[in-house]
């Protein structure tokens, strides 16, 4: 079992930095792939950024590329997503969440675990 629980949500302008943050309970924390969604309204959920459980494999949605970081600290039990250059099309409610499989990556029904959300608005 995995509790998760993001921070760092907030308003920001156009070109604006934030970072998330996703604190983790849980012994199998360490062993599963992390990732982050989004959800934005009238819209699905889609992937953003997802994380090894060593580090060594990061993955991102082309929207994103150049522009987030995801990171971990297991030592912490928690996954950091680093946005810079922030656009209005980046507003939404991020998710963070466990995936113990460690497959699929960018499917949201590849992972078990979710948080609350935190949400991210961007003024243009």
């Known amino acids: 079992q995995v509790q998760l629980v993001e921070s760092g949500g907030g308003l920001v302008q156009t070109g604006g930095s934030l970072r998330l943050s996703c604190a983790a309970s849980?012994?199998?924390?360490?062993?599963?792939?992390m990732g982050w969604f989004r959800q934005a309204p009238g819209k699905e959920r889609e992937f953003v950024a997802a994380i090894t459980w060593s580090g060594g494999n990061r993955y991102y949605a082309d929207s994103v590329k150049g522009r987030f970081t995801i990171s971990r600290d297991n030592a912490k039990n928690t996954v950091y997503l680093q946005m810079n250059s922030l656009k209005p099309e980046d507003a939404a409610v991020y998710y963070c969440?466990?995936?113990?499989?460690?497959?699929?990556?960018?499917?949201?029904?590849?992972?078990?675990?979710w948080g609350q959300g935190t949400q991210v608005t961007v003024s243009s």
């Open positions: 849980g012994r199998t924390f360490s062993r599963c792939v």
């Open positions: 969440a466990a995936n113990p499989s460690r497959v699929r990556v960018g499917s949201s029904s590849a992972y078990d675990y």
